[in-house]
Every structure is written in C-alpha cells, then in structure tokens.
C-alpha cells in the first residue's frame, strides 16, 4: 500500500463526513492497514471505541475508530471496525504509539486487544458497557495505582516510589522507577487519580455547559480546547467564523502558548539551582497572562471563544494597549531568557540530559515542542493548518538534539515567533463582526442543527502539542461519542523512555522539560 491507494476516508482539519462514508473494515483488517499506514509515517490522532446510534441508548457492539494524520499531505484519515462485543486485534506491539489508545478502549469498553503487550488500566474506571477487560464487573472498584508494575530483578536492583501524592501544590501521579544505584533502568506512570468524565459529560450535547467542560479539560490549555471545540461545531453546523474572530482568536491562542512556555523556561531554570532567569519568567508568565485576560477578562482565555466566533470583540483602545505591552513582554523575555543561554554550568546541565532520539520520537507518536525538539518538523500551524494559520503561517521551530537543551531551545524559538506573529495580526486585524449570525447578542451555547450521523473532526497545535477532538453524531445531531485527545495523552510515554540510563536526580528535570498535563490525560 502507497499513501495514493489508502481506502480510509480523506478529510481535511475540521471536516465533517457522513458516518456512511467512513469506510468499514473487518477489526483484523483495520489494523492490518493501521500498521501499514505508520509504517508509511502517518501517525495515530485518535484511536477510540463508539457504540454508534441514539446517544440516549448505550446499547449494541462498540465499533472501533481511527484517525490517522497525514502530514505530509495535509490531510486525515478515517476509518472504522465493527466489533464481536469481546476483543479486537492489537495492533500496539508493532506501533507502540497506539498502546494507550487500546488501554482505553478495553477499560472503556470492555474489549480486549488480543496481543497487546501490558494490559492495564489508563484511568482506573469502570467499563460504559457491563464488563470491563479484565473480566470484572461495573460495581467491581478499579483503584489507582493498584496493579501489576513493570519489575527489574537483581539483588541490587531497588524500587522508588514517587507520588501520587508530592510534596508542592501539583496534581496527583505515580512514578515508579526501577533503579541500579542512581541508575534508572526503567520507569512506569500510572495516572489516572482525578478521572473526571469528560467524555461521557458531553455525550448528548452540545448543551450549555459543553463549552465550560471544554475550557476546562486542561486547565492551561483553555483556549486550544475550546478553539477545537468551536471549530469542530461550526463544521457540523455548517457556520463560517469570520476574519476578525480567527485573528483575535489565533492572538489568544499564541498568547496562552507564550505564558506557558515563559513558566516552563523559568521552572526548567529553577531546577538547573539558576534563579535569574527562574524569578523573571515566573513574573513575566503573569504578564503574558494579564494580555489574555485584556482581550477577554480572564487569564486563561475563558469566556472568549463562542461556535461561529468570539463573544467579545477587540476595539481599538485594548489593541493599541495590547500591542504596547506585548512590545514589554518581547524585551523582557528576552533579557531573562538570555541569561540563561549565557550561563555555561546551565548549558552543561541541559545538554545531553533525557535525549529522545527522532526515530523514537517517530515511534511513540510523540507531538508538540518534544517531538520538534528531536528533529521533527511536526506542527499543526503549517502541517494541518486552519483559520488565520492558513494565511499567515508561523516557520517551525526545531533542534537536532532530542535532549532538555533541545526543548528548551524550541521553546525559546516559539517564543520569538509566536510574538512576531501577534504583531502582525494586531497591525492589520481585519474588520467586521466577530460572531456569524447575530453578532454576539446571544448568549446561548446550544447549537442546533449540526448535521446528523456524521463524524467531524478538528486539531489545533496547542503549546504542548497536537489537540484532536473527534465528534460523531447520532439523527438528531447530538453528540454519540466526544473523544478528547490532549498532547499530554501520545507524550506521557516519551517521557518514561527518556529516563532510561540516566540519573534519578535528572527526573525534575526531564519532567519540567516535557511538562505534561494530568488532568489532560485523566479526561
């Protein structure tokens, strides 16, 4: 098979097909043909099961789903499965970056992934439909952390236990490491101790409170979630977003990644012992974070965005005044941000600590500042581009390195550009309404009349990576199935590879490199 010949469906960031236009394979040829199409270098968006129907019944067989992305050609693939009630084909022994994905189908589900190489629960939740994987039933608790963990035997082998509970004000996670000395030979995460039910909370929406869950999924991540959101809406419901709302929404979304990327170099500063650059970039985060609370009055982006638009416009009074302080933001970025290029001991420390090479990279899936970081030109604003990125793209920051000198040098190149293109946009922000329809005076979330029995699916480059919402649709245009994939989902893993053969001590900072979200992989 070629990337010309592939028979799953093609569509575009933020397409909609009918559900009878998603091609249907057997489960065995489903995967067959997933393993061919990552070994072509497509990589998996979104793997999930659906029981397909009224989205009041969960009643029938779960069908499989697949999303492929195809960078190369700016384009997705859809495909789906029908499935015996019981089990399917694993496909996650010879593509490492679906491993998760079959987890959560078989806690979600109850389907077991014939093969799969360490089955285990992802959340630690009951099955949606009786039984879960394991055979037990939905009264049967499934705790965090209470599960078989990956042992390295030796007499001299040892085992240290972090978390979940840890000692600053952070969300809980389990790390497991099994150590020779200082030495880490393996470490496995186990996650999953504040599951909220996301996913299920949106299952017969969009309702009123569909968006708030949205902008709350990933706290950090307010504005790219309910950007794909909004987007994935307004292609079931046939609505065009106009100029004006795509530029100050592409402003709000570069500045979320400016605020987190400033904290994430300050915080990879402090756990170098650097306090320069850590105590500037904590306070210039704020700063970038009062711009979005400028734009919209709230520091995360919240109460922004609406399907069809934004709710707020941008007069001309806050754009001179943003365009004055992002000015302040540029100087002192980059005066705390130099500092640290110019420390030697900080570059040392950086340089050669937690590397991911490319090829793994490749095949973990891995997303976002991580994956450029290795040598992949790996970034939705150019690859799937949509919106204001369609016209005015942003270049692709990458490093050869793979290593926490590299993610930190991708970062600090967004930095730069993700400023540049802001100015841009607020020198020429196009006129017009921000809201399709009756320009901003309602106030209602709900959004009739999405196309029935259809799948839509939408992406945006977030600051950690790739955002995949996937939405099917039941006859009244309901939602069916909502399934959530946050970048923190494909680069958890990443970050258990890259501590192999290093220092235990090189932990904090690996992590803070990756700076992974909980809450967005516990949907």
Not at 82 to 91: E, K, N, Q, R, V
Not at 198 to 226: F, I, N
Not at 245 to 253: P, T, W, Y
Request: hydrophobic content about 40%; proline content about 5%; glycine content about 12%.
């Amino acid at each position: 098979m070629t990337r010309e010949d592939i028979p799953f469906a093609s569509l575009s960031n933020g397409g909609v097909l009918p559900l009878d236009r998603v091609p249907s394979f057997s489960a065995e040829d489903l995967g067959r043909m997933a393993r061919e199409c990552i070994g072509l270098g497509l990589r998996v968006s979104a793997y999930f099961g659906a029981i397909v129907g009224d989205a009041k019944d969960s009643a029938g067989s779960p069908e499989l789903f697949i999303v492929l992305a195809d960078d190369e050609r700016s384009r997705l693939l859809a495909a789906r499965a029908p499935t015996d009630g019981t089990s399917f084909p694993s496909i996650a022994a010879d593509c490492p970056q679906a491993q998760l994905f079959e987890r959560e189908i078989a806690e979600q589900f109850g389907l077991v992934p014939e093969g799969h190489p360490w089955l285990k629960p992802v959340r630690y939740v009951e099955s949606w439909t009786g039984r879960d994987a394991w055979g037990r039933d939905r009264d049967a608790p499934i705790l965090p952390g209470v599960g078989d963990f990956y042992r390295v035997e030796g007499e001299q082998v040892h085992e240290v236990a972090v978390g979940p509970v840890h000692a600053g004000v952070i969300e809980p996670g389990h790390f497991r490491f099994q150590c020779h000395g200082e030495r880490v030979m393996h470490l496995e995460i186990a996650l999953g101790y504040q599951h909220r039910g996301v996913e299920e909370a949106l299952v017969g929406g969009p309702g009123k409170r569909s968006l708030h869950y949205l902008e709350t999924v990933a706290g950090d991540t307010s504005v790219a979630h309910a950007s794909t959101y909004c987007q994935l809406l307004e292609a079931l419901g046939k609505r065009n977003r106009p100029a004006r709302a795509q530029a100050i929404g592409a402003i709000a979304l570069e500045l979320e990644r400016l605020a987190c990327h400033i904290g994430d170099l300050g915080a990879i500063a402090g756990d170098t012992g650097f306090l320069p650059t850590s105590s500037y970039c904590g306070r210039i985060r704020g700063d970038f974070l009062n711009l979005t609370a400028l734009i919209c009055g709230n520091r995360f982006g919240r109460n922004l965005l609406a399907p069809g638009g934004l709710w707020l416009d941008l007069e001309a009074s806050r754009a001179a005044e943003l365009e004055k302080r992002i000015a302040i933001g540029e100087r002192d970025a980059k005066g705390a941000i130099d500092l640290m290029w110019e420390s030697q001991s900080v570059l040392a420390r950086l340089e050669g600590t937690g590397v991911l090479p490319r090829d793994e990279a490749i095949e973990l899936g891995v997303v976002g500042p991580a994956a450029r970081a290795s040598g992949l030109s790996r970034d939705l604003r150019f690859d799937q581009s949509s919106g204001m990125y369609r016209l005015a793209q942003i270049p692709v920051s990458t490093s050869e390195t793979g290593d926490v000198l590299g993610r930190t040098f991708v970062r600090s190149l967004e930095i730069q550009r993700s400023i540049e293109f802001i100015k841009e946009q607020l020198e020429c922000l196009p006129g017009g309404p921000v809201l399709d329809g009756d320009g901003g005076s309602s106030r209602s979330h709900h959004a009739p009349g999405l196309a029935p029995y259809s799948l839509a699916v939408a992406l945006n480059e977030a600051w950690r990576g790739e955002v995949c919402h996937v939405a099917i649709t039941d006859g009244e245009g309901a939602f069916v199935r909502y399934k959530i994939v946050d970048p923190s989902f494909h680069n958890w893993p990443a970050l258990a590879y890259v501590l192999r053969d290093q220092e235990i001590s090189d932990f904090p900072l690996c992590n803070k490199s990756f700076n992974l979200s909980y809450c967005g992989h516990d949907l």
